[in-house]
C-alpha cells in the first residue's frame, strides 16, 4: 500500500471512530449516575393531605390543546429516530365548588412550526377555564407549559390566581419564547417552598428541580382516594420511568441545559414509586398512551365542562 493511501485511511478510521464515540455518547448513552438520587418519600406528602381540612376533587378533566412530533431518541436516548407524538395537555381538577388548571399548553404562534397539531377549541376552552379557575399551577417554565398564560387574553385578571414558583420565575430566559410582558409581574407574590407544599384539598406541589429550575410535580388525591402524580417534564413519556433512561444529552445538554443528574434521581424515584404504589397514576407530561389508558379506565376525562356549557 502507498504511503498516502495508508495514511488517508489512517485518518478516515480516526475520524470514524471519533463521530462514532460523539454519536454514541451524544444520541445513545443514558446511564444511571451511580449517584443519581432524589428525596422524596410519598407518605410524607400523603400525611399533609391526609391532615388537610376540606372537599377534595371529584374528577379530572384534560384537554389536547397541541401536539409536537419528536425522534424517538430524543424522548429515550437510544430508541432510534422514527417519530413520536408529544401531545401538549392541560388538566382541570373539578371541585363541587372550583377549580385548578394544571399547566396552560401555549398558542399556536409560541408553538409555530414545530406544532404537527393544534386544536382552537381546545385552547379556547383552557382559556375560558383558566378564567374560572380558583388556582393556576404549572409543572415547569417551559414554553409548552406556561405559554397559555402568558398570553391569555385576560392575563392582569387571572394573574392572582396563578400559584408561579419563585424558582419559575428566576430564569425567564428558560421560557423563550414564551414571555410575560414587561411590567406584567410587577406585584406579583410568587409561591417559595422546599421539599413540597399543600395548596389546596387533595393537592400538593412536589418541588423536583432538573428539568428546570422551576420543576414541580403535582400529587392529586381525589374524594374516593384515587391518587395521581402529574410529574411534567420530568419524564416526557411514562417510558423514560419504565427504562429510567433519559432524554438523549444532545437534547439535555443543547437544547434544555437540564440537571441530567438530577432528572436521572427523580426517575429512579418514580420507577420505585411505580413498583412500591402501582395505583398512583403517574401522568408524565407528554404521553398520549398512557393518557388514553387513563381515559379508557374512566381515571381522566377528556374536555373540560364549563359553566356556561
Ligand atoms: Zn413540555
Request: net charge negative; aromatic share 8%; charged share 20%.
Given at each position: 500500500m502507498p504511503k498516502w493511501l495508508k495514511l488517508t485511511l489512517g485518518v478516515f478510521a480516526v475520524l470514524f471512530a471519533v463521530a462514532g464515540a460523539a454519536y454514541y455518547w451524544f444520541v445513545v448513552e443514558s446511564s444511571m449516575p451511580s449517584d443519581a438520587e432524589y428525596a422524596f418519600d410519598i407518605r410524607d406528602v400523603r400525611r399533609a393531605i391526609g391532615s388537610t381540612p376540606g372537599d377534595r376533587p371529584e374528577r379530572i378533566e384534560l384537554e389536547r390543546v397541541a401536539a409536537f412530533s419528536f425522534p424517538a431518541t430524543a424522548i429515550?436516548?437510544?430508541?432510534?429516530?422514527s417519530q413520536r407524538e408529544m401531545p401538549v395537555y392541560s388538566f382541570r381538577l373539578v371541585y363541587p365548588d372550583k377549580s385548578i388548571i394544571i399547566d396552560t399548553a401555549l398558542d399556536a404562534e409560541l408553538g409555530g412550526d414545530n406544532l404537527v397539531a393544534f386544536d382552537e377549541e381546545a385552547y379556547a376552552r383552557m382559556n375560558r377555564a383558566m378564567e374560572e379557575a380558583s388556582l393556576i399551577v404549572i409543572t415547569h417554565e417551559h414554553m409548552d407549559h406556561i405559554g397559555g398564560l402568558t398570553v391569555h387574553p385576560n392575563l392582569a385578571a387571572i394573574l392572582p390566581n396563578a400559584q408561579l414558583t419563585e424558582r419559575q420565575l428566576?430564569?425567564?430566559?428558560?421560557s423563550l419564547p414564551a414571555r410575560f410582558e414587561e411590567?406584567?409581574?410587577?406585584?406579583f407574590e410568587p409561591l417559595a417552598y422546599e421539599g413540597f407544599t399543600v395548596i389546596a384539598p387533595g393537592v400538593a406541589l412536589i418541588a423536583a428541580p432538573?428539568?428546570?429550575?422551576g420543576s414541580q410535580m403535582v400529587y392529586v388525591q381525589l374524594k374516593n382516594y384515587a391518587e395521581y402524580l402529574f410529574v411534567g417534564d420530568v419524564a416526557w413519556q411514562y417510558r423514560n420511568i419504565l427504562t429510567q433512561r433519559q432524554r438523549a444529552r444532545l437534547v439535555t445538554q443543547f437544547?434544555?441545559?437540564?440537571d441530567r443528574k438530577a432528572v436521572f434521581g427523580q426517575l429512579a424515584a418514580l420507577h420505585a414509586l411505580s413498583e412500591a404504589e402501582p395505583d398512583i397514576a403517574i401522568v408524565p407530561g407528554h404521553d398520549g398512551e398512557i393518557v388514553g389508558q387513563l381515559v379508557e379506565a374512566g381515571k381522566l376525562t377528556e374536555g373540560f365542562t364549563l359553566a356556561a356549557d
Open positions: 429515550v436516548a437510544g430508541d432510534g429516530w428566576s430564569e425567564p430566559a428558560r411590567g406584567v409581574l410587577d406585584g432538573g428539568h428546570t429550575p437544547f434544555l441545559n437540564e
